[in-house]
Each structure stands twice: as structure tokens, then as C-alpha cells.
Nanobody, 126 residues
Framework: VQLQAYGGGLVQAGGYLRLSCAVSGRTINNYTMGWFRQAPGKEREFVAAIEWTGRRKYYSDSVKGRFTCSRDNAENTVYLQMNSLKPEDTAIYFC????????????????????WGQGTLVTVSS
């Protein structure tokens, strides 16, 4: 399974970016997908998760109301729309596939995701 995250870049505070994560080697139709991020000197943290149908979504408190996760199962791709970006959103953003199909629990726990992309860097300037 390969995950390719892209769409990161440099943006001013208050701006927006849309990240994409294209998955190959496994259909994601039946899997919860997650977004995590890791800032310099910090541990990886959960950002958002989207259930396999796209109907249920879950966000960390730090991004709730600003970020929106979506998916296109036909394209085997998930997205993260990031609005009202803040300097503290600066990090490498990773997408991941949950390790079991049809599981919505443990959606915010990195240990329950078994396939990860290489990450895309988001830098928000003040």
C-alpha cells in the first residue's frame, strides 16, 4: 500500500490549503482514513478522521471548525481542507489507513493505522 500526500506549502496566517492523499495498492472503500501531523520537536498528533462512507468525521479540538476532511472512494483519495490557518498549524501532515475495515473506534490513535504516507509540509507564516 502506498499513500502519496501532497498539497502542502507556505501560506500566510488566515489562509487556506487543501491537502490530498492518493492511495494505491489497496482500496480504501471499507477503511477509516486519518490525518495526523508532526510539528518540529513535537510528537505526532491526531488531526482528523473520516469513516469509510464519509458520513462520520472526527476532528481534534485544535482544528475543529477550521479543517474539513472528505473522501472520494472512486478515486481512492482523501482530502483535508484547511481554512483559517494559524502558525501553530505548521507541521508535516500525514495521511494513514486504519488497519482493519469497518472500524470507527480508535480513530484518533496512530497505533491503529498501519499504512502511512510520507507526509507533506505545511508552513504557516505569521
Amino acid at each position: 500500500v502506498q499513500l502519496q500526500a501532497y498539497g502542502g506549502g507556505l501560506v500566510q496566517a488566515g489562509g487556506y490549503l487543501r491537502l490530498s492523499c492518493a492511495v494505491s495498492g489497496r482500496t480504501i472503500n471499507n477503511y477509516t482514513m486519518g490525518w495526523f501531523r508532526q510539528a518540529p520537536g513535537k510528537e505526532r498528533e491526531f488531526v482528523a478522521a473520516i469513516e469509510w462512507t464519509g458520513r462520520r468525521k472526527y476532528y481534534s479540538d485544535s482544528v475543529k471548525g477550521r479543517f474539513t476532511c472528505s473522501r472520494d472512494n472512486a478515486e481512492n483519495t482523501v482530502y483535508l481542507q484547511m481554512n483559517s490557518l494559524k502558525p501553530e498549524d505548521t507541521a508535516i501532515y500525514f495521511c494513514a489507513v486504519h488497519n482493519k475495515p469497518y472500524i470507527w473506534s480508535h480513530k484518533y490513535e496512530a497505533a491503529w493505522y498501519d499504512s502511512w504516507g510520507q507526509g507533506t509540509l505545511v508552513t504557516v507564516s505569521s
